[in-house]
């Protein structure tokens, strides 16, 4: 009788979701789905920040290079592991939409089984080559220490990490955001305490910040596998079988979000170096606080895009492409009221943002940064847009135009502006490439969803 009950009340939740999918109120999806991604990387970017203060004012600001140095790295890592799981997360979600349960379950196994051979690999690269690797990142002498001890505390946790993600990701696909917002959320706040235990309390250095963040996120891992390895929900880790063809499709899905974090890595160590030659030490401390800003203020953005992907995909599947339009031009008019207020914010209260990470306004690294961020923040009035435009894309398996816009925008015009720009405005120059690649990339970005809309969402089959 009990089980009996349980199957109804699951046929009943699963029924009441697709009828907000497909019908309900778009402010009221948003709410449901948007607004507990929003939260959870609101968390991601408290600690981002607290990590930040931490390492900057008990550490000094050649550990927040030394960070910066390795973060690249292991964003490259995660690349794969953001590949792979929003494209799994795309099919499970364009399954759930078309009612073809077999595939859905088939490309959530299949994801992760090729993770798990990811993360394995990973850790065995970066241990036996964590010297090599590091200095290859650019770093120099005075941040080698640094660098060093971040990497050798994170990398015996890549394979936990990589599965907390995708756990995450499948639990939105799952129709669980509120509970993917309290583990995710818990986790950050766990992450934040023992930092503050291991780099202050046990003077731990990077080392300690790095093993807070594996500790907090394995944990994660292990509460929302509860939900997501359970063989009594609908979709389970291990019910489906895995399949290459499905491997391939999810690997061209989450191509372009892997490309947006890729050209993300690679324009982070072009900087990097850039900045390193220009000013040393103390202009990659700047860059790393800039940095700490400016992903604080993206996270806003991905929050929404990542919490919507599932329900526009879902909305593609059943072909309710009218309803596809609606909800992305929602999240546009949200995306730019975020991006200008993050940009007055920033315009009038950015030296104060900066002192959390200096102790001091009398440093070399906090005047540099000073002058950067008032240039940086010009970004924020549109990469807000530009985000969302490469989820939407990937949302509608239309990989072609995301990896088009990601490549653009975080890779291509960055690259040029770093290369030319310096040479007539020096230092303001490279602070100066970031907002310019952003205008580019919106104006081919909003042409490709202009010919998106024409094509993949036609009229008639409204």
Known sequence: MFAKHALYLTMKSTLDDRHLLEQGPVSRLFCKYALPSVVTVVFFGIQNIVDGVIVGNHIGPDAMGGINIILPLFNIMLVVALVVGVGSQTLVSLGLGEQNIARSQDAMTTGFWTLVLVGLLTTLLLILLAEPLTRLMGADER????????LYGLAPFTLPLILCFYSDIMLKALGYPKVSMSIMSSAVVLNILLSLIFVIGLGWGTMGASIATGIAFS????????ITFNRKQRLSMLKGRFRLPLLRNALYNGSSEGMSDFAASVSILIINLTVVRMLGADGVAAFTAINYI????????????DGLIPVLSFNHGARNHARVRQIFRFAAKVNTCIGVCVFIVLQLFGDAVLLLFFDSRESSAFGIAEAGLFIYAFAFLMNGLNVLITAYFTALGDARSSIIAATLRGLVFVLAGVAVLPKFFGISGVWMAIPLAELLALGVASFLVVRANRTLLKPADD
């Open 219 to 226: 944990t994660g891992f292990l509460v929302s596998g509860r």
């Open 294 to 305: 400016n992903f604080t203020g993206v996270l806003l953005f991905l929050g929404i895009s």
């Open 143 to 150: 941040l080698l220490p640094h660098a060093l001890g971040y």
